[in-house]
């Protein structure tokens, strides 16, 4: 009989492991967090009131023979995983009758072992040069440094590494530019600090042309449809006064859009990250580890080297540590 484990997480940011039995099923779920299937994403299916080995958390699980995975689905089946465990005396009556399940927001997160480790080979993590075909061969194929939207773009990402970027088509696999010389393609960046290597990048909240850039201690405001820093390069802490006395004022490692349409930005720097709101300079969350909000596998609770939302998606980030990345929900 195939047997896996997959975790999800809900609206409430808690996590769900759960045991799937059918080959056709496990594979389905693989595919969903390699970013292959994303229509029917969320999770749904009987819920039986015992405590599973491999999901201790809570008091329920879902029973594998039931499980099935959704697009759209009635609300009447619908609540978040801490709502159930509080609620569970009422599960299988007027609540979720029938004993019916379906999260609506479960996206999952990884595939886990049955004591609940991240696979060392996991679906979810996958070598630069597997799943970005078009930069085999590439200085990026070992590690990427930045990674942010192209401004006004759908499909494209600026990617990073030492002095060098590329535009890469993620629809086509391809890179559509480069790699050059930041400072030759960012003529804007020549003789600053910049055009020697960029740690981070991001899209402007609510700007279609202007991105982020920060380098050590000091960022920068780039139009890109103008080759120009119309702000900085400035220190950190005097641009974003909410980071002062933070750990994130002497540098960022990864920068990206909060998904879902949350208003600022995500900023990671080591093992933390924080919920950055540029529109009042204020933290809104963190800084926490990492690990509290995204189930991650090997080395990436313990800090990223860049990060980016994924082209096309709402919900989706990309991560990059070393020559592999991940995709999370």
């Known amino acids: 009989m195939a047997e896996a484990y997959f975790a999800f997480r809900d609206i409430s940011g808690k996590e769900f492991v759960f045991q799937l039995t059918d080959s056709g099923k496990i594979e389905h779920a693989r595919k969903i967090l390699k970013g292959e299937e994303t229509q029917e994403t969320h999770v749904m299916g009987r819920l039986r009131k015992t405590r599973a080995s491999y999901n201790p958390n809570w008091s329920f699980h879902l029973d594998p023979d039931t499980i099935q995975f959704f697009a759209m689905a009635i609300e009447v089946c619908d609540a978040n995983i801490q709502y159930v465990e509080d609620h569970l005396d009422e599960a299988c009556g007027a609540f979720l009758p029938g004993c019916h399940w379906c999260p609506w927001t479960s996206s999952l997160t990884r595939e886990v072992t049955a004591t609940g480790e991240a696979v060392a080979a996991g679906a979810a993590i996958r070598k630069i040069a597997e799943g970005w075909s078009g930069l085999k061969g590439t200085v990026f194929a070992s590690g990427i440094d930045a990674a942010c939207a192209v401004p006004d773009s759908t499909t494209d990402l600026y990617l990073f590494k030492g002095d060098q970027y590329a535009r890469y088509r993620t629809s086509e696999e391809k890179i559509t530019s480069g790699p050059k010389a930041i400072a030759t393609g960012w003529s804007g960046l020549k003789g600053t600090v910049f055009a020697s290597g960029i740690d981070a990048a991001c ?127």
């Open 203 to 329: 899209a402007v909240p609510g700007s279609t042309t202007d991105l982020y850039l920060f380098k050590g201690d000091q960022y920068a405001r780039y139009r890109t449809s103008e080759e120009k820093i119309t702000s900085g390069p400035k220190a950190i802490a005097t641009g974003w006064p909410g980071l002062k006395n933070t750990a994130f004022a002497s540098g960022i490692n990864g920068a990206c859009g909060a998904p879902d349409g949350a208003v600022g930005l995500y900023l990671f720097k080591g093992g933390q990250y924080l919920h950055y709101r540029t529109g009042d300079e204020k933290i809104e969350t963190g800084p926490k580890a990492i690990s509290e909000k995204w189930a991650l596998a090997d080395g990436f609770s313990k800090g990223i080297d860049a990060s980016c939302l994924v082209p096309g998606s709402s919900t989706d980030l990309y991560f990059f540590r070393g020559d592999a990345y991940e995709r999370v929900h």
